[in-house]
Structure formats: C-alpha cells, structure tokens
C-alpha cells in the first residue's frame, strides 16, 4: 500500500542551526501539507502546497519556515535558524483530491525535531 | 476563525461502548473527520462526514449534525488497542480546505 515516507525520524539540532526535513508524498496525490506536534499538544497546521506553490499557511509559518518541491518526488520543510520551541514532531500528509474527493489525509511517521 | 472542542480524556471499559464528543464553529463548513492517534504515532484516518446522519464502520460509528456544530464518533466493543488519542478535524473552505485539528481525546481502556 503507497504510503507517505519522512526522513529524519529523529533529528537533535542545535539553536541557530538550519534544518531540512524530507518528505516523500503519495505518488499520485495532488496536496502536500506540514504540520507539526509539539509533545502532549494538538496537531497544528503549518502549510499547505499545491501546484508548486504555497496554497495557505497559519501564523506558525513565519519567515524562518519554507517549503520547496525540488523534484517530482520530494517536499520539503526548512527551518532557517532554529528555535527551543520549535522543538516538536513535524508530520507530512498528503491528499489525493479535494473537488469531489473526501480528501482524507494521509500521515508520515513524522520527523522528530530536537533543538538544543 | 475556527473553534473545536472534545473533551481532554475519558475513560471505559473493555467490550463496553464509549461516545466521543466533538462540537466545531467555522465559517466554511466542508466535512468533518476523525483520526485515531497512538502515542509517538502518525495520526490515522478513521471516518469522514459531510451530510448529517451516521456513517458506520465496522466498530466504530460517526455522526454529524452541521445545523448544532456537532460530530461524535461511537467505539462499539472496545479493546485495549483502542487506547489511544481521537482527533476531530474540521475542513473549512473559506481557509483554501484546510483541515484543522482539535486537541485531541485520550482514552484510557481499564481491563
């Protein structure tokens, strides 16, 4: 069964530092979308991608944060420098549709981030 | 802007049924959705309504009433597996279809 795959699962960073985390979506899904977890709390939204380009962001997503599709595969997320409170697990999704589709998401196992 | 609410934990019993609450206000009402969450695991998928009424699958059931803001997903039968966070997501068109999440149940099964 297709399924979304992330790379790190874990990474320790320190503050100030960049980090790229990986995602490599569902094949034929159309929506990419970041969230993030930070431990005993909800998931939050950070950003949703489609046809290349950012479709919608919440306020988490300041200036430190983007994404990019470099390749027909990969989606990543980058963090420019780091903060403590950054400090979560950041989930990829994809979604194969919205128009007519339920338009479920489909998790990663998520990427841990540690900052230090 | 967006509010959901479910209450933070709950508590049942093995084999017994448990009705997970969750009441939501959008503006651009576009479904609703229930993810079940293990701990140190991805959400996953359980159930998706857009129409009023109950959709059932298998053990687990979920209804929507859009005119009270009003969702609950039923655990028929539970086991210990079941233990685990409940999600209740709302999808809002006036955000571009954006699912947003609320904070989550945890339920604990007592053997």
């Known amino acids: 069964e297709p399924e979304v795959t992330q790379t790190p699962s874990h990474q320790v960073t320190q503050m100030g530092q960049e980090v790229i985390l990986r995602c490599v979506p569902i094949?034929?899904?159309?929506?990419f979308y970041w969230y993030r977890q930070i431990l005993g709390q909800k998931v939050e939204f950070l950003v949703s991608?489609?046809?290349?380009?950012?479709?919608?962001k919440s306020e988490i997503f300041d200036d430190q944060f983007s994404v990019e599709r470099p390749d027909g595969s990969n989606f990543t997320l980058k963090i420019r420098s780091t903060k403590l409170e950054d400090s979560a697990m950041y989930f990829c999704?994809?979604?194969?549709?919205?128009?007519?589709?339920?338009?479920?998401?489909?998790f990663g196992e998520g990427s841990r981030l540690t900052v230090l | 802007g967006q509010n959901i609410d479910q209450p933070t934990e709950m508590t049942a019993t093995e084999g017994a049924i448990v009705q997970i609450n969750c009441t939501y206000q959008?503006?651009?009402?576009?479904?609703l959705f229930w993810y079940q969450q293990h701990a140190g695991e991805a959400p996953t998928f359980l159930s998706y309504?857009?129409?009023?009424g109950l959709e059932e699958k298998g053990r687990f059931s979920s209804f929507l009433s859009r005119s009270k803001g009003y969702s609950y997903l039923l655990l028929k039968e539970l086991q210990m597996k079941d233990s685990a966070s409940y999600l209740c997501a709302v999808r809002d068109y006036d955000r571009d279809d954006k699912i947003i999440f609320g904070k989550g149940t945890r339920l604990h099964i007592l053997p």
């Open positions: 959008t503006s651009g009402f576009n479904g």
């Open positions: 094949s034929n899904h159309l929506y």
């Open positions: 309504n857009v129409l009023d």
């Open positions: 991608f489609y046809n290349n380009e950012i479709s919608e």
């Open positions: 999704a994809s979604s194969p549709g919205l128009a007519g589709a339920v338009g479920e998401l489909f």
